[in-house]
């Protein structure tokens, strides 16, 4: 992967999620599955705390002299080195293909967002976009029960389930780069690992889509990324090219 400033700012939330003691209790239900992550959260914590330690307010003082390029060549690509390479990778993968929501890193995050909008477009004004026929409405459907945020809940009730109460001040310092209360970092902490899971299950959604739709309707929707990619500037990415995080984990 290489060290650019994008991947480095990315570890920086990255780094900060693997290190939360009750990720794998949120992760676990949706099948979400990281290898050795108690290890890489050992890690991962010692590192951003040492970082931390480092600065003029020391740990009190949050991320407020934070320097993204100092805390990951100085201290997180110190502490992922200890990994073992297929650790190291499959961690790599997920920052990059599950947690990252910039579309300049991820391409997940357009094809995402073309999905969304069509299916919010058809539930608003019953338009099919992209000509599926009586197919749209099963579409519809999948994607609604599938990346939903009610479906998530469903699916994984122990997103909000999570035990506030073992939340101490070094996990609020890490999480949070400010004297925000605990309940709002703990928020923040939810919501982005709601996230995560939404995109580990809409990559379930495009293989069942490669699968179930016709070239056509593929197509279409590849050309919608590809218009999208270009007006965001970023590199446009054919579907059949795309990474699968859930190829390593099924």
């Known amino acids: 992967m290489k060290n650019s400033w994008l991947v480095q700012s990315e570890w920086f939330s990255g780094a900060r999620l693997l290190s939360m003691d009750l990720l794998d209790l949120a992760y676990g239900p949706a099948g979400l599955v990281l290898p ?3 290890e890489v959260r050992s ?25 993204t390029s100092e805390l990951y060549s100085g201290h997180i690509d110190l502490g992922l080195a200890l990994l073992d390479q297929r650790t190291r990778n499959e961690h790599e ?13 991820n391409p997940w995050v357009q094809y995402e967002d073309v999905v969304s909008g069509w299916a919010h477009s058809f539930f608003t004004t019953g338009l099919d976009d ?32 999570l035990r506030l109460e073992a939340w ?3 996990m609020l310092r890490i999480w949070h780069s400010d004297d925000a209360r ?3 970092a703990y928020e923040d902490f939810v919501v982005a690992v709601k996230l995560d899971i939404r995109m580990w ?21 590849q050309e919608d990324v590809r218009k999208r990619a270009a007006f ?18 099924t």
Not at 239 to 246: G, P
Request: charged share 20%.
């Open 130 to 161: 992209w000509s599926l026929g009586t197919d749209a409405q099963a579409v519809f459907t999948k994607v609604r029960n599938d990346i939903s945020s009610n479906d998530i809940m469903r699916s994984c009730p122990t997103v909000d389930l």
């Open 182 to 184: 605990i309940e709002i």
């Open 168 to 170: 101490d001040d070094l």
């Open 201 to 221: 299950r809409f990559q379930h959604f495009v293989q069942w889509a490669m699968r179930a739709l016709s070239q056509h309707c593929l197509a279409r929707l």
């Open 232 to 249: 965001g500037g970023c590199a446009y990415v054919p579907v059949e090219q795309l990474d699968f995080f859930i190829e390593s984990n």
């Open 36 to 38: 050795r992550l108690s």
């Open 93 to 105: 993968k997920w920052l990059t293909y599950i947690h990252s929501r910039d579309p300049k890193l």
């Open 43 to 67: 890690i991962l914590r010692s590192c951003l705390k040492s970082y931390l330690e480092s600065q003029p307010g020391g740990v009190a003082d949050g991320w407020i002299h934070l320097r």
